[in-house]
């Protein structure tokens, strides 16, 4: 940064005491002349300035540049139009042909069981038949693989893509702004509902079971009495 010179303040001062005692009476031509006192020492101080707050502009704009290509890359339209929703049919199928194959074995097990007054002939020939169809229908798992398979490789391309990019941002975790809790989230948490869980994980039966025995015979029939 320039500084006032010896000159500058040495003028500066004069004018001051030219007019301290004009009780606030200053003219155009005072407010002119004071103006041009300090431009003076303002050219030397943009002079010193202006490297500084161009480089910084530079550098700014060139982050600019470097983030548009980087928003390029992750290729954001691709994911909320292709991937994002190809993903979600693929569960949909998923979800539609385990419905359909969960209903095909209960019906063909429902038949089986309650099969009476049969002869043994039929009886078989029922089975048979019945089995076949539970077979056809346990034929889902191998399409409902690769449907899997095609939802986790999306899944994967787009942890790729954002991490490569969160990376090349240079963004810290404790730079990440909170999350505001869902009331589903909230309901989740409070009611300890975390659905099925991985082997290993969770609270197994045996550790139920034991924490059942651990309870007064008379307190579990309170709930029921």
Known sequence: ????????????????????????????????HLAEMMTGSMR????????????ELKAIADEISRLKVEIVHLRPHDMTNNQIPEAGKELDAIVEATESATHTIMEAAETIMGADDMSPEAYREMVNDKMIGVF????????????????VGTLNAIDRR?????????????????????????RKRDLILHGPQHKGEGVSQSQVDDMMAESAQDDIDKLFG
Do not use: H, W, Y
């Open 162 to 186: 954002v991490t490569s990019f969160v990376e090349r941002l240079r963004i810290c975790e404790s730079e990440d702004a909170p999350v505001e809790e869902t009331e589903a989230e909230r």
């Open 1 to 32: 940064m320039g500084a006032l010179k010896k000159e500058d303040v040495a003028g500066l001062i004069a004018f001051l005491e030219d007019n301290r005692d004009r009780d606030g009476d200053v003219t155009l031509n005072d407010v002119i």
């Open 44 to 55: 030397d101080f943009l002079a010193a300035v202006q490297p500084t707050v161009t480089a």
């Open 136 to 151: 056809e229908a346990c034929a889902f798992q191998d399409i409902t693989g690769q449907r899997i398979s095609k939802v």
